[in-house]
Structure formats: structure tokens, C-alpha cells
């Protein structure tokens, strides 16, 4: 049956992986934040705690990047992905009858072992597998998947709690995942070609089987100070990411509108969007390239909101700028490591890189908040300027070899 699709089934694989990052992540991670007023109010508890069970997401996901990839080897990204899609359904029904804190600290920490598969090992891992022409493309597109569902279900998330309140909201999203996502992906999610008797698309049996036996053990790359140098890369690259969080309330210190100020937050997001398929088509040119455009796009960004000042033009095009370094948390840092090290074990590596994007997204915010307050958000500009330059080096330095 697969071997009779009119397209490779790569592409099947593909978009089951944009289903992914597009349902699973654009409703529960993108929609999160909508939620916690209601259930504070409800719950008679400040927002700042109930936004704590983001907290114990990111722990939880930090300490199952350490072994999943090994999880995902031995068990398949099909069965991997459809569980942890299931749990997740499941979980958010749950989360519509809890009736205190601990309820959903608990629900987070299972919410992070679920995105440890769907978001960070998910299309950047499988997506490799299936395609050796245009994989950074498919890698972007369905990177772009979680902008995209979070543009889109954050204004439905926002009329159903209005209309229905959070708790059926969480039924509805619960049942989507559990009644829509989860069967497409038992059903059409398939592990890597040759389960199905396929070659990667882009390549012929001879330089399929060279790719499949190419690259280091991961035994070996932990002894490579390479290893702990993309670690710091996807660390910074993340860390630096979390400034966006923060693009309004700067433009509010330039004495722009609210309106004005989401405006830019708006252009970085827009920014991200059309990055993460513009970084995945540089990418299938030149992986240096891609390096290139990910941290200098995003250096020229900060240097434009930093100069903005009573420029609102200056700041919405810096906005958009800095979204491509955004983007390059999820595209550039899957690429390069794989361009680097290969895919024989690049599942357990990756994944162990990973938790460099997980403790850093959970330590970043407190330390750009805690800058911005006590030196100035020209602080916070000038050191996400060189926190770039220094993934800059650092991809430069890995890609020498090539």
C-alpha cells in the first residue's frame, strides 16, 4: 500500500510531523498562558503559581531528554509519538477536574515527558530519516507548524474559555488530540523507510546505506569537546530566544502604545514563522549559511530594536529580524548537529543536546527579567548580541571539518 502512493511517503511522515508540532504543541504549549487566569481566579491562587507547572514541564522534559533518544531507538518514534500523543489528550481531559496546585505541577511534569517526543525529538529526528534532499525545508515547515497553530488556537482558545469556560476548553482540546491527532499518527506515522522497504527521498541505495553507517558512536562524541560545544550552542541559542518575551515591555519603556508594542512582538513571531522555512531552505544549500543567517539575521535584529528608539518602523523590522534567530532554536541547532556528528547515533545525541534548549528556556526568563529591571533592557540588547556572536563561533568552529 505505501509503496503505491502517487509521492514518496516521506512526505506522509512529514506532515504528521507538522500535525504534531501544529495541534499538540499550538494547543498546549502556545494556548498555556490563556488558561492560568481563569484557574487562578478560580483557584483563588496568583498567576505567577499557577504558572509554575510550565516550570516542572521543563524540568520533567530536561530529565527524560537525558535517555529518550535511546527510548526512541529501541521502541520507534511510531509507538513513542502516538503514546505520548494519547497521554497528552488524556491528560488535558484530567486537567479540566482539578481543583488545586499540586493537580497541575502533576499534569506539567507529564506534559514534559510527552514533549520530550513531540516537540523536541519529533521532526528533528524522524523527518532525517525519510529525506536526503530538502530536509531542512521539511525540517522548517513543520518547525513553522507550532507558530502557526499558536497564531491560530490562541484566539479560539480565548472565545471557548469566554463562551464555555477553561474547564470544557481543556475537554475540547483534550478530545481533538485524543480523537483526531493520535489515530493519524498510529495510522500513517511510520519509524524510517526501510521498515517499509523505501530509500530516504533524495537518495540512491548506494549513498542511503553510506548515510545510514555515517557519523560517530555516541559513546565516542561524549569524549568530543564538540559535543559539549553545540550543547552551549543550543543553550545560548535558546537563551538568547527568551528575550522575545520581552520586546513589549521594552517598546512600552520607549513610550510606544500597547497596541504599537504588540505590533513588534507580532513582526518577531511573524519573523519565526517565515525563518523556520527560510532557515530549513538555506540550510539544504549550506549549513554555514544557515549559521550565518541564524545569529547574524538575529544580531542585526537586536541592534535594530536596541537603536528604535521613536522609530516604530525600526523596531516592528528588528522584531522581525531577531524572529529568525527565534527560529533557528528548533531548525539551525537540529542541523547543524546531525551535519556535525552524523546519524548513526544522532537520536541519543540530539536528544542529550536538547536539554541545553529546555534548562535554558526554564533559567532564561528570570535572569533577562532580573537585567532589564536592575542595568536596562540596553543590557539585555547588547548581551544578546554577544551571546549570538558566540553561537556564531561555535557553529563556525564545529563546521570546519566540512
Not at 472565545?159 to 499518527?185: A, E, K, Q
Not at 557519523?215 to 569524549?223: F, H, S
Not at 544580531?299 to 525600526?314: H, V, Y
Request: glycine content about 12%.
Amino acid at each position: 500500500m505505501i509503496k503505491k502512493f502517487p509521492f514518496h511517503y516521506g512526505y506522509v511522515v512529514a506532515a504528521c510531523c507538522t500535525l504534531v508540532t501544529m495541534f499538540n504543541i499550538g494547543l498546549v504549549l502556545s494556548c498555556a498562558g490563556i488558561f492560568f487566569v481563569p484557574i487562578s481566579a478560580e483557584l483563588n491562587e496568583s498567576i505567577g503559581n499557577v504558572a509554575l507547572m510550565l516550570s516542572f514541564n521543563l524540568i520533567f522534559s530536561s530529565i527524560m531528554l537525558s535517555f529518550s533518544g535511546k527510548i526512541l531507538e529501541i521502541f520507534g518514534a511510531r509507538l513513542m509519538m502516538t503514546l505520548s500523543s494519547i497521554v497528552m489528550g488524556i491528560c488535558l481531559i484530567a486537567m479540566s477536574k482539578f481543583d488545586a496546585l499540586w493537580q497541575f505541577y502533576a499534569a506539567g511534569a507529564i506534559l514534559g515527558v510527552t514533549f520530550t517526543f513531540l516537540m523536541y525529538l519529533s521532526f528533528p529526528t524522524i523527518i532525517p530519516r525519510w529525506f536526503k534532499k530538502n530536509v531542512g525545508l521539511m525540517i522548517g515547515i513543520a518547525a513553522a507548524g507550532s507558530s502557526i497553530g499558536g497564531a491560530i488556537f490562541n484566539p479560539i482558545c480565548g472565545w471557548l474559555i469566554t463562551n464555555y469556560g477553561w474547564r470544557m476548553t481543556y475537554v475540547i482540546f483534550g478530545l481533538i488530540i485524543l480523537l483526531i491527532i493520535s489515530p493519524i499518527l498510529g495510522i500513517f506515522l511510520r519509524n524510517k523507510p526501510a521498515d517499509v522497504g523505501l530509500k530516504p527521498f533524495g537518495e540512491n541505495s548506494t549513498s542511503a546505506r553510506k548515510i545510514l553507517n555515517d557519523g560517530y558512536e555516541y559513546r565516542a562524541v561524549l569524549k568530543m569537546p564538540m559535543f559539549y560545544g553545540l550543547f552551549m550552542f543550543a543553550f545560548l541559542m535558546s537563551a538568547t530566544a527568551s528575550v522575545f518575551h520581552f520586546i513589549p515591555k521594552y517598546a512600552a519603556t520607549l513610550n510606544f502604545s500597547l497596541e504599537q508594542a504588540s505590533l513588534a512582538a507580532s513582526a518577531a513571531m511573524i519573523g519565526s514563522t517565515i525563518g523556520k522555512v527560510g532557515l530549513g531552505l538555506i540550510n539544504d544549500r549550506s549549513i554555514k549559511l544557515g549559521v550565518l543567517a541564524t545569529v547574524g539575521l538575529g544580531i542585526l535584529g537586536l541592534a535594530s530594536m536596541f537603536f528604535a528608539q521613536s522609530e516604530l518602523t525600526m523596531l516592528i523590522g528588528g522584531g522581525f529580524l531577531f524572529g529568525w534567530a527565534y527560529a533557528g532554536v528548533f531548525v539551525q541547532t537540529p542541523l547543524l548537529v546531525r551535519a556535525v556528528f552524523g546519524g548513526k547515533s544522532y537520536s541519543q545525541i540530539y536528544s542529550n543536546i536538547s536539554i541545553g534548549l529546555t534548562v535554558s528556556a526554564a533559567l532564561a526568563m528570570a535572569a533577562w527579567g532580573f537585567l532589564a529591571e536592575n542595568v536596562g533592557y540596553g543590557a539585555v540588547f547588547i548581551l544578546g548580541i554577544i551571546l549570538l556572536g558566540i553561537c556564531g563561533a561555535i557553529g563556525f568552529s564545529a563546521l570546519k571539518k566540512d
